[in-house]
């Protein structure tokens, strides 16, 4: 099947300041572009007949949501469809692989058991049915008890970032899977200069996130970021090119909500820190944009996974 493919664009902040003077209306402009995306893609999965759908994305993207706003869409459409996540299919704390340092690699292949996602997926799309791990978070180990699972004639959604990575998915018939890849296409320049990269506004969102949700620190979130980006390069982007459809997860009005978070970060980190200058940069850039209330967005948006 050909490939969907969505190129970058280079919008100025100008341009986005003179959208937020009309906020209401250009949020809601943004939020039906994307749910437009959204049933576009739901109406190509139908399309190519497929029974299952592996949707990855880099860190940040908005691919866990966006799995469930597919599935959700499918369901409008009276095909039962269900999101499996590859967290699931973890290998116990013991098995994990470990880097250089010893911290254990959570974002290596390895650290899943391939041979069980294999399975899983085979039993699902030649039965209809089959039964999942379920892992435990806390423990760092998998549950005694599996997850039942039946197509029941619909469409199974297994996101994560490992999703398009031939290890998984080279067992399975190729006539029978669509692969969905998930990423920002919109960066932002001013006076013509890019400021600021999908990269830089995935990066905003993840500080927002972790601090909001996950309890991280700023710090702790800016120390890892660079190794996530790595580990995005060498597991996530290099696959890129096996995906069906490119699934376009950016919001226009988003630099203007994220803008009242990140801009007061300037200062926050000593001069000497090591992360001290590229947090200030990306405060700067976003103190170029025009803030937005979170009121704006509405409850159901997928920008509620990183924003609240």
Not at 58 to 85: C, D, F, M, Y
Not at 101 to 128: F, H, M, P, S, W
Not at 134 to 152: A, G, M
Not at 216 to 240: P, Q, Y
Request: charged share 25%; with cysteine; aromatic share 8%.
């Amino acid at each position: 099947m050909p490939a969907i493919w969505i190129p970058k664009r280079l919008v100025e902040i100008s341009l986005i300041n003179t959208a937020a003077e009309s906020a209401a209306s250009f949020a809601r402009h943004c939020e039906h572009e994307y749910e437009g995306r959204v049933h576009a893609a739901a109406s190509e999965i139908l399309g190519s007949g497929c029974s299952v759908v592996m949707l990855t994305g880099p860190s940040a993207s908005g691919k866990t949501t966006t799995a469930h706003k597919l599935a959700e869409a499918l369901r409008l459409r009276g095909i039962a469809s269900q999101v499996v996540s590859l967290d699931n299919f973890y290998k116990d704390l013991k098995e994990y692989p470990r880097l250089p340092d010893g911290t254990k690699d959570y974002e290596n292949i390895t650290a899943l058991d391939v041979d069980e996602i294999q399975r899983c997926l085979n039993e699902l799309i030649t039965t209809g049915r089959t039964d999942l791990p379920e892992f435990d978070f806390l423990t760092e180990n998998r549950k005694p008890d599996r997850i039942p699972l039946e197509l029941k004639g619909g469409v199974c959604i297994v996101e994560g970032i490992h999703a398009l990575n031939p290890q998984l998915t080279d067992s399975l018939p190729r006539d029978q899977v669509y692969k969905v890849y998930a990423g920002l296409r919109e960066e932002y320049s001013h006076r013509g200069q890019r400021v600021l990269p999908t990269r830089d506004i995935r990066l905003a969102r993840r500080m927002v996130r972790d601090y909001k949700f996950r309890g991280h620190s700023l710090e702790k979130t800016l120390n890892m970021w660079d190794r996530v980006c790595a580990g995005e390069d060498k597991f996530i982007k290099v696959f890129k090119k096996e995906a069906d459809l490119l699934m376009d997860t950016s919001f226009s009005y988003e630099i203007c909500l994220l803008a009242p978070f990140v801009t007061p970060l300037a200062g926050e980190l000593p001069e000497n820190h090591p992360n001290a200058e590229r947090l200030n940069a990306l405060a700067g850039c976003f103190s170029l944009v025009e803030p937005l209330s979170l009121d704006l967005v509405p409850e159901h948006s997928m920008l509620r996974e990183f924003l609240g």
